[in-house]
C-alpha cells in the first residue's frame, strides 16, 4: 500500500477543488451523485462508519475506510477530517490503486 502517494493524490485533487471535505458536503456529494470515492478515517465513529457505508451502498458510490481524522484532514490542508468524497474518477481511481 504506498500510503504516501494516497495522500499525495489527496492534495492534488483538493488543490484541483476535486474534494469535497466534511460529513455534510461528503453526505451531499453522495446524495448528488458527484462522488467517485468516498473515504472515511479509520478512527471515525462506529455511527459515522456505519453511515456513510450505507449511504455508499445504497448510491453505490465506492467506499474506503483510510488513515486517521488527523492525517486525512493534514492531506488535505485542514484541520481534522472524519470523511471526505473525491469527486473526479480519475482521482478516485488511481487513488483506489495505491490503497489496494
Not at 31 to 37: C, E, F, V
Not at 41 to 70: I, L, Q
Request: with cysteine; charged share 25%; net charge positive.
Amino acid at each position: 500500500m504506498a500510503v504516501n502517494k494516497v495522500f499525495g493524490m489527496l492534495g492534488m485533487a483538493r488543490r484541483a477543488g476535486k474534494i469535497k471535505s466534511g460529513e455534510f458536503q461528503t453526505e451531499a456529494a453522495i446524495k448528488d451523485g458527484s462522488a467517485a470515492l468516498v473515504i472515511v478515517a479509520a478512527d471515525a465513529s462506529d455511527n459515522t462508519k456505519k453511515k456513510f457505508r450505507d449511504s455508499c451502498r445504497f448510491y453505490e458510490v465506492p467506499y474506503a475506510e483510510f488513515g486517521d481524522k488527523e492525517t486525512l484532514g493534514h492531506a488535505i490542508g485542514m484541520e481534522f477530517r472524519a470523511s471526505l468524497a473525491v469527486t473526479d474518477a480519475g482521482f478516485a481511481k488511481g487513488i483506489q490503486k495505491n490503497m489496494a
